[in-house]
């Protein structure tokens, strides 16, 4: 993980996150871009600082936002218990959503770190629809995190999914992540009502997945629960997981085995790290 990306809005999630990504820069020698976005009404007409407004009024009023956060982003950066990491800061003016994923193809991003559910600071953006979204349509791998979490307890990471027509670009991506946290991954199908397999075919499927991909250190279970999104959770819950894998459509934003947008809801609803990359149509 060369270039992690991490929004930052001063709130308390957003800390979270700088947190979690500092322990990954330091285990994979990576560099941390903290990133703000000023929004504004008018902040269409802006791409940079250097795009001027007509009104003199509005140049006061970004000039002086712009100072503010400046500041603001180097007292974070300053902070002792950043002292060792590579953080470098960059403020953009526009739509949050927009400028992020626009980032993370400019600044050639291999990994986003978010922070969920975030209610305060100057943006005040990292609440639940942001984040789908987020998830939704990054071209890099995202790690979302609600909580302070720390990266040596990491030993267990869920990995749902319903096992058909597997994608390897996205396996790759959850090996990595696998050999990165020196995780057991724990493999699972949920198992519904509206979508019930057999045992023995899910347990076969499962057993030919870990066999075409060569996955060590895993074990594979079913779990039957009502609906997805529900069951991975609560299956994570149960093996005391602590992280959750899942791939996510950028067409549909929906989780690889699911009809609707679980990976988003799983996104929202998990106390533990989140991580989520695309399938690859």
């Not at 941390?32 to 976005?37: F, P, S, Y």
């Amino acid at each position: 993980m060369k270039q992690i990306l991490v929004p930052y809005d001063f709130s308390k999630v957003a800390e979270h996150a700088l947190d979690f990504a500092c322990q990954i820069a330091d285990k994979s020698e990576g560099n941390i871009l903290l990133l703000n976005v000023i929004e504004h009404p008018t902040a269409d007409s802006f791409k940079t600082m250097g795009i001027q407004s007509e009104d003199p009024m509005e140049q006061l009023y970004i000039k002086k936002m712009y100072e503010r956060v400046q500041e603001k982003l180097a007292q974070v950066v300053s902070n002792a218990k950043y002292s060792d990491d590579k953080i470098a800061t960059k403020i953009q003016l526009g739509n949050a959503f927009n400028t992020i994923i626009d980032q993370i193809t400019e600044e050639n991003v291999d990994l986003l770190i978010v922070g969920t559910e975030g209610a305060e600071g100057l943006n005040e953006f990292f609440v639940g629809s942001n984040t789908e979204k987020i998830v939704r349509k990054a071209q890099c791998p995202v790690i979302s995190v609600s909580e302070k979490v720390d990266l040596e307890p990491i030993e267990k990471i869920v990995f749902a999914s319903d096992f058909i027509n597997t994608d390897d670009f996205l396996i790759e991506k959850v090996k990595s992540l696998q050999a990165m946290m020196d995780a057991q991954l724990k493999i699972v199908k949920i198992n519904t009502p509206a979508s019930f397999t057999s045992t023995r075919h899910d347990l076969k499927q499962m057993q030919e997945f870990v066999e075409k991909y060569g996955i060590e250190n895993c074990t594979t279970e079913i779990y039957n629960y009502k609906n997805e999104e529900d069951g991975i959770i609560y299956y994570a819950e149960d093996v005391e997981a602590d992280m959750i894998a899942l791939g996510t459509h950028q067409r549909k934003g929906v989780g690889h085995f699911l009809a609707g947008s679980i990976a988003e809801d799983v996104v929202n609803h998990a106390t533990i790290p989140v991580w989520t990359a695309h399938i690859k149509d």
